[in-house]
């Protein structure tokens, strides 16, 4: 009784086979791109915070009948400063003082300075102490946010030299003191660009391109 041969791939068909997959591979990575889902997930949850704050600040305004955009200590005549979401260290104090003119380009009029969180655990109250200086609390009903939110990639190392081009990843909160404010923070991903150019704001041109969102008409404080 004769046996059957079972015949099994060649070494040049199992390279073949090999070969082919990796070509697909890389047109999948190619085509998918993870880096810029990457940027593209992180940008998603900057537009929802950003939406989150402006329809927080916006009811704290509405609701509560004295509202103050800023405490007295920390904004001084309640204009001219620029409030950032990361916390103050030794490169932040050599690198960016306190009479900086224009928030490092994230505020388009001259300011009295530059204001960041003494700590970690203070930056994200809503209790008008974290990184946007108002009283959430004092709305009828109640804070809409548990913590103030803060770019997904902030630098949240005390000392970290936030004037590194890699290192711009932060919201700023900029107000007149009566109303108007505006929120901005930089998008990083190719589908988002467009969000920057167009949203109204006065920062739109591809040497200081920021996502704005707020109050104040022209978004140009």
Same mark, same amino acid.
């Given at each position: ?56 600040? &916006?009811?704290?305004?509405?609701? %509560? ?8 200590? +920390?904004?001084?005549? #309640? =204009? $001219? /400063? ?25 505020? &388009?009029?001259?300011?009295?300075? %530059? ?8 930056? +994200?109250?809503?209790? #008008? =102490? $974290? /990184? ?39 919201y700023v909160y900029l107000s007149?003191?009566?109303? $108007? ?15 920057s150019e167009n949203d109204g ?13 707020g109050t104040d008409p022209g978004?140009?404080?």
């Open positions: 009784m004769q046996s059957k041969q079972v015949k099994g791939f060649t070494l040049i068909e199992l390279l073949i086979v090999i070969g082919i997959i990796a070509i697909l591979a890389t047109v999948v990575i190619l085509t998918l791109n993870p880096a810029e889902l990457l940027r593209q997930a992180r940008d998603s949850t900057r537009a929802s915070d950003f939406s989150t704050l402006k329809s927080a600040i &916006s009811l704290y305004a509405a609701d %509560v009948s004295s509202p103050v955009f800023g405490t007295s200590s +920390r904004l001084g005549a #309640g =204009t $001219g /400063w620029c409030f950032i979401s990361i916390t103050s260290g030794p490169a932040f104090q050599a690198g960016w003082p306190t009479s900086t003119a224009s928030c490092n380009s994230r505020a &388009s009029s001259t300011l009295i300075g %530059v204001v960041a969180s003494t700590t970690e655990g203070a930056k +994200r109250g809503v209790d #008008g =102490t $974290g /990184w946007i200086p108002i009283n959430f609390n004092s709305i009828s009903s109640g804070a809409p946010l548990s913590a103030l939110p803060v770019d997904p990639v902030t630098p949240n190392t005390p000392g970290t030299n936030i004037l590194s081009t890699s290192d711009d990843r932060y007149d003191g009566v109303g $108007g404010f505006e929120v901005n923070g930089v998008l990083e991903s190719l589908k988002y660009a467009s969000s704001g006065s920062h739109n041109t591809a040497a200081n391109l920021l996502y704005e969102v978004l140009d404080l």
